[in-house]
């Protein structure tokens, strides 16, 4: 839990406080004293009797009561201090920024552990340990730089590691981007992101609390928490941000369905922050650049107008935005002719707007009051202005600022003459903008801002199934996969449409199947694995002598314990799988089917739940959408019923969470049904 004593102390001891400023005790208390910090602040240091014109202690015993505590001493002296400050000092808030715990030793562990148990038992609240510290409007209880400006309305930054939080800020603060709070939560001994996040859902004001949030995660503890008060904080108003660090697997695990092989845990990551509404970043820059975008009004349409005036960036900036699923719309008609009488030959009002490199601050007015008042097709500018350093463009960003202020249309000012210029551009910071000194940067995080989705629905309506017929079979099963009679009973139990089949042991058998099925049929070993490698599937199987002479081929083929016998369908071949993912619960996965889950690869995740209208929007993000719906007049599928099939396999994961892998894969599409033809669950209790 955060304490009132954390966010606003009215005292404070440094342990460890030092006069070198060099060292970490000697900056957090030069940081506290140069940020005015309103309260009481004590040093504890056996050596000296003043640090810093602050007033030293030897032990701390000897300390008044005292509210927060920073430690920035040996990992071994901790423990015993926390404890004194903790039971005899009243102390509710400790920060500590000293290393030497679970990230370094089994022995280091043991320290946290009891370091944790001490504040847990008098209701205090931990940063750290191996963190840099917290920085809010109260105090500045951190021991690196930069300080950022501090403002209220500012960006709320929490962080897994604290170079990093160093890093971003220093992205960050040159393009204007002011912060509220910053917390470095270190080895999140106590708390976490995921708790810090809880606290500033459950305490959010809209009138006074930040509407912006950066995260830097470097492992999600506690996905349930992070999903439901980021999803809490985006529907109060808040706009969220986050890197994900360590997507990527240091070699494929080993992996016996297709859902395995595509699920991995950066998949279930990826999935949370879509379910959520957080826009994920991939780097230091892109996430400034975002929160960046957040400071501005929101964009509500996706056509944008480049206002420029150089060619090479609004080119640039073009390829950003439409290879990313932004519009820049012609602009035509007598309302563009007169707004290019106002400019001087040569110039274009085509879109990119090119008003040449000896355009001035008047016609920037101009073409701004236009794109605002009579061109309909545009939601946003990006203004494009630097400099070759002939002359000074003052007057530019002063109108840049004005036009912010009286449009209703964002506008995003890209100034990347970050040298000719400089004066300027502090200039315009100054009064509260911000910069975006790169149009590909920017471009890119404009579209992953419009295009992520809004939190799903706090009220997940999920499909009726059988769960007691469900749960029968789950609850007599062994571990490992099911046999298809098995797996026939949980796709009938879940009511998901299934080809009619029988799985037969004798060629006699085989026949008599086959020809009550109807021929033609399929017919498909059951044992192997990956039943084309080996020779084990054989389609359009059209008369009973060939049934009788596959079946004795196949019988052969090692692995095998029967035949599965389906009759002969067509349709597109789709996929849905599903996978237990540590701490995340179940993903669904979906996409083409057959050879092309192999091929390309194209699928989309959700994480359990998922309702109908989710599964939907998963299924319009496939690459291969264009094939579902049906390209140059072929046969589409019918896309309600394979969503429906999606939040089925929901429901069913839901219901059966023993459930450890499960592959649909094919189902056959077609415009009036959708029916899976072959299936896989593998249990693990």
Request: aromatic share 6%; hydrophobic share 40%.
């Amino acid at each position: 839990m955060i304490t009132k004593q954390l966010l606003d102390p009215k005292s404070i001891v440094v342990v460890g406080g030092s006069s070198n400023v060099q060292k970490t005790g000697g900056k957090v208390l030069k940081n506290l004293i140069d940020g005015h910090f309103k309260g009481d602040l004590y040093v504890i240091n056996p050596k000296e009797e003043k640090v810093q014109g602050i007033k030293s202690y030897s032990e701390p015993k000897d300390l008044p009561q005292v509210d927060m505590a920073i430690l920035a001493i040996a990992a071994k002296c901790c423990p015993e201090t926390v404890r004194t400050l903790a039971e005899q000092k009243n102390t509710k808030a400790f920060i500590i920024l000293s290393a030497g715990f679970s990230e370094e030793n089994e022995e280091g562990a043991k320290l946290e552990k009891e370091i944790v148990d001490i504040v847990n038992k008098n209701n205090a609240c931990l940063i750290g340990p191996n963190c840099v510290g917290v920085l809010n409007q109260n105090h500045n209880g951190i021991f690196t730089t930069p300080i950022p400006k501090l403002d209220p309305q500012g960006v709320d930054f929490i962080s897994g590691s604290g170079a990093t939080a160093v890093f971003i800020m220093e992205a960050s603060i040159p393009k204007g981007l002011k912060f509220s709070s910053v917390y470095s939560v270190g080895n999140s001994a106590q708390m976490g992101v995921e708790e810090i996040l809880k606290y500033m859902d459950e305490s959010f004001d809209p009138k006074t609390s930040s509407k912006v949030k950066l995260l830097y995660v470097e492992s999600i503890n506690k996905p349930d928490m992070l999903l439901k008060h980021a999803s809490s904080l985006i529907r109060k108003g808040c706009k969220i941000a986050a890197i994900k660090s360590g997507s990527s697997e240091a070699g494929s695990r080993a992996a016996s369905s297709h859902t395995g092989a595509l699920a991995s845990p950066d998949v279930a990551v990826e999935a949370l922050f879509r379910k959520a509404g957080i826009v994920r970043c991939s780097g230091r820059d892109e996430l400034a650049t975002v929160a960046s975008i957040f400071m501005h009004p929101e964009l509500k349409g996706k056509n944008i107008a480049i206002i420029t005036h150089a060619g090479g960036p609004a080119v640039m900036l073009t390829d950003a935005l439409s290879n990313n699923k932004l519009e820049i719309p012609h602009i035509e008609g007598s309302k563009a002719k007169a707004l290019l009488e106002k400019l001087y030959p040569g110039s274009s009002v085509a879109n990119p707007i090119d008003f040449l490199a000896t355009g001035t601050a008047e016609q920037l007015g101009n073409i701004i009051d236009a794109c605002e008042n009579d061109f309909d097709n545009i939601d946003a500018m990006a203004v494009i202005f630097g400099s070759p350093g002939l002359f000074p463009v003052y007057d530019v960003y002063d109108l840049l600022d004005e036009k912010m202020k009286s449009c209703k249309k964002p506008i995003y000012p890209i100034l990347p003459s970050i040298i000719n210029v400089k004066n300027e551009i502090d200039a315009f910071i100054a009064k509260g903008r911000i910069n975006f000194p790169d149009e590909v940067v920017f471009g890119n995080a404009l579209a992953k801002v419009y295009n992520t989705p809004k939190p799903v629905s706090e009220k997940i309506e999920v499909p009726e199934i059988d769960v007691q017929s469900i749960r029968k079979v789950i609850d007599n099963a062994e571990n490992g996969y099911l046999s298809p009679d098995k797996v026939q009973q949980l796709l009938d139990a879940a009511k998901i449409s299934r080809a009619g089949e029988a799985v037969v042991v004798t060629r006699e058998n085989a026949v008599k199947e086959a020809q009550k099925l109807g021929l033609p049929v399929v017919m498909k070993v059951v044992g192997p694995v990956h039943k084309s490698d080996v020779g084990g599937v054989v389609l359009n199987v059209k008369d009973t002598e060939t049934v009788a002479r596959e079946f004795d081929r196949m019988i052969k083929i090692k692995d095998t314990t029967a035949i599965l016998i389906q009759p002969m369908l067509s349709g597109i071949e789709l996929f849905v799988g599903a996978k237990a993912e540590p701490k995340f619960g179940h993903m669904v996965l979906c996409g083409l089917g057959g050879i092309f889950i192999e091929v390309f690869k194209d699928v989309s995740a959700g994480l359990v739940s998922i309702a109908k209208n989710e599964a939907t929007d998963m299924i319009h993000r496939l690459k291969s959408y264009g094939i579902i719906k049906g390209a140059r007049g072929q046969e589409g599928v019918n896309e309600e019923l394979f969503a429906e099939i999606v939040a089925r396999v929901s429901a069913l994961v839901k219901a059966a969470p023993e459930i450890a892998e499960m592959d649909l894969n094919p189902l056959l599409g077609k415009a009036d049904k959708v029916v899976a033809v072959d299936a896989r669950i593998r249990i693990e209790k």
